[in-house]
């Protein structure tokens, strides 16, 4: 376990890490998809494709996109691990009504996640993070 300063994020898992390489990287699991993390207390909001905002009648369905079952610390702060499709562009995160009651993010609207990342760079995070078993 680290301590809270140290300069790798702490990785909160309940798999081992082999188990995560696999998942990742198999494609033939799965069709090609991105990921990003986001913060404990934030919500997704808009979500975009190729032709503009993600349209439910045009596509016949919602984006898929799915919170992993493994988070990283930075800073003090729980990051959780999403998993959109490749068809996915950018995705509007915004603080969760709890949160803006608290007061804590109120200064902070909304944020638009431009960069989505592939498996390898994930992998390259959770590498070079500690490793800690959730209990």
């Not at 498996?119 to 070079?128: I, K, R």
Request: glycine share 6%.
């Amino acid at each position: 376990m680290s301590s809270p300063d140290s300069a790798y994020p702490t990785l909160q898992k309940n798999v081992t890490s082999g188990a995560i390489a696999s998942s990742l990287l198999d494609k033939s699991v799965w069709e090609p998809v991105k990921y990003f993390f986001l913060s404990d207390g934030w919500t997704v909001g808009r979500v975009w494709e190729f032709g503009g905002l993600w349209d439910e009648r045009a596509w016949r369905r919602p984006p898929h996109i799915q919170r992993m079952q493994l988070s990283i610390v930075e800073r003090g702060e729980r990051l959780w691990l999403h998993q959109v499709e490749e068809s996915v562009l950018m995705v509007e995160v915004c603080p969760s009504p709890t949160i803006q009651a608290d007061g804590s993010s109120a200064s902070i609207g909304q944020v638009v996640l431009k960069r989505l990342i592939t498996a390898e760079q994930v992998l390259e995070l959770l590498c070079g993070a500690d490793l800690e078993a959730k209990s």
